[in-house]
């Protein structure tokens, strides 16, 4: 029964070719336009969830104002996070980053320049979920000129990941051990560094001035601690350790400073939130924008309503064609089920001809060099969301598709054959 149904569905499909081919066409292209946008919408919301933690972890941010200067940070004073793992039973752990700049590494006889480097507390492992291939994580990071590599890195100085204890020289002058290598850190991170050293060779990483900003802090909560009960507390807290600091350097005393308009604020952003929802001074790279996201998918679901409709209308004016068999098919005893097979059939041949169609284009788009240079599609999302994307679109289609077949099974045979 089904071979004859897609028998005569082929047929019919072919006796009229341009409503075929104008149906198929305007349906393909609208779903390999949605397909890319959904694609990059799911990107975008896929930062930082990578992380086994990332419900716990939160960015320390400050906003600063003295007189006319206003400063809205993403970073905190050296001490902030270890004071407030004292300070706060809520938060379990901390860590830090910051950029290092470029350096040269020795290859042969060649000086070979990197710039993602990065400063980091030994605990980083203990926040963020970089997976190590080799070394501990525990003391990687321990000791003064110890460095961890991403595996990309790894292979390209050694050609290898079982590279701990070997020695890489840097800018001419410092040797410094491999004590770790790492997974590649996923595109979907707002930090991409390739190379980790020790934070604590900063010569400022221990300072206790608390008026100098200059660290990425990360805090990790307890599972049962809230940040809505936590984050008022920062501001005091803030106030309390840089008081004496702003009464010895100029002399002013935290009630006067706040009477003269300036304050010290502490808040919290959530680790997902930070590449689409936070645009402040000293991000350690450009984040997205939640607008973007907003207007995307706005837009997406605006193409994918037109081009249903216009298979919808499509189908509709061709319907008329075949009222007279569908009324006759009812008069005669046809079964609703049976109708609703028959008329069915042409949606599915076109709707599947149009998912291929359109899957192929937006797969050939993604990896075209044009599109890659306009938004750099990253790949670790894999084939599960382009195949998550491709089913929710193709149910959407049917869900139209079926509105139609619904009202045309339940036409009045009387009606349509007085009609026709």
């Known amino acids: 029964m089904l071979a004859n149904y897609l028998k005569t569905a082929r047929r019919s499909l072919l006796k009229n070719k341009f409503y075929t081919s104008i149906n ?16 990059y919408v799911l990107d975008e919301l896929s930062y930082d969830r990578y992380n086994v933690k990332a419900d716990r972890i939160f960015r320390v941010n400050n906003e600063v104002r003295f007189g006319d200067n206003y400063f809205d940070l993403a970073t905190a004073p050296a001490l902030m996070g270890v004071t407030m793992t004292k300070d706060f039973p809520q938060v ?8 290092r700049g470029g350096i040269q590494i020795k290859k042969g006889n060649e000086n070979i320049s990197e710039n993602r480097i990065g400063r980091a507390d030994s605990t980083l492992f203990d926040v963020f979920s970089l997976k190590m291939i080799k070394g501990n ?5 321990a000791e003064p000129r110890s460095m961890v590599l991403t595996k ?7 050609e290898s990941v079982d590279i701990i204890g070997k020695t890489l020289q840097v ?21 991409n560094f390739d190379i980790f050293t020790p934070m604590r060779e900063d010569p400022d990483a221990n300072s206790d ?20 009960v936590l984050e008022p507390q920062l501001t005091p807290f803030m106030e309390k350790y840089s008081a004496p600091l702003l009464q010895s350097v100029i002399n ?35 984040n997205g924008n939640i607008q973007f996201v907003y207007i995307f998918t706005g837009i997406a679901i605006l193409i994918l309503l037109i081009a249903c409709v216009n298979f919808m209308n499509l189908s509709t004016a061709r319907s008329s064609n075949r009222a007279k068999e569908v009324g006759v098919r009812k008069v005669l005893g046809a079964s609703i089920s049976t109708i609703i097979k028959l008329i069915t059939k042409d949606f599915v041949y076109i709707l ?3 998912f291929v169609i359109g899957s192929t284009l937006g797969f050939l788009v993604i990896n075209n060099i044009v599109f890659n240079f306009i938004y750099v599609y990253h790949a670790d999302m894999g084939i599960d969301a382009f195949a998550g994307t491709f089913i929710i679109l193709f149910l959407a289609c049917c869900a139209t598709a079926g509105l139609k077949v619904y009202r045309a099974a339940n036409a009045n045979p009387v009606k349509v054959l007085k009609n026709g």
Request: charged share 25%; with cysteine.
């Open 24 to 39: 198929t066409i305007g349906l393909a292209a609208g779903l390999a336009t949605c397909l890319l946008i959904f694609l």
């Open 92 to 99: 379990e752990q901390y860590t830090r980053l910051r950029w």
């Open 137 to 141: 994580p525990k003391t990687a990071l």
């Open 152 to 158: 990309k890195i790894a292979l390209k100085y050694f």
């Open 171 to 191: 800018n001419d002058t410092t040797v410094y051990k491999i004590t770790g290598v790492i997974e590649n850190i996923p595109t979907q991170s707002h930090f």
């Open 209 to 228: 001035n608390w008026l100098s900003e200059n660290w990425q802090t990360y805090v990790v909560l307890r599972k049962a601690s809230d940040r809505a």
């Open 252 to 286: 002013l005393k935290m009630d006067d400073f706040k009477k003269s308009g300036g304050f010290i604020r502490s808040s919290l952003t959530p680790l997902t939130d930070i590449h689409l929802r936070s645009n402040k001074k000293a991000e350690i790279d450009g």
């Open 352 to 354: 599947l001809i149009a």
